[in-house]
């Protein structure tokens, strides 16, 4: 569980600042995308979201992992 102090999101386990970013990896025409925050001091990860992207013969799909 993450805790905020003045709009700024902090780390459970060291109580540094969480940075946002966004991690994309894909092969064979399936990409996944995590939205994170990462603290700065001690790297602990925590995935905000978890998208998936295929094509497919109907279109691209969307899936929603977390």
Do not use: D
Not at 2 to 28: D, H, K, T
Not at 31 to 46: A, D, F, G, I, K
């Amino acid at each position: 569980m993450l805790w905020r102090a003045n709009g700024v999101s902090r780390c459970p386990r060291c109580g540094g600042v969480m940075e946002y970013f966004i991690e994309a990896e894909g092969f064979n025409g399936r990409r996944t995308v995590r939205h994170l925050l990462r603290c700065r001091s001690c790297s602990y990860r925590e995935v905000l979201q978890e998208v998936r992207v295929y094509r497919s013969p109907q279109g691209i799909l969307v899936a929603r992992v977390k």
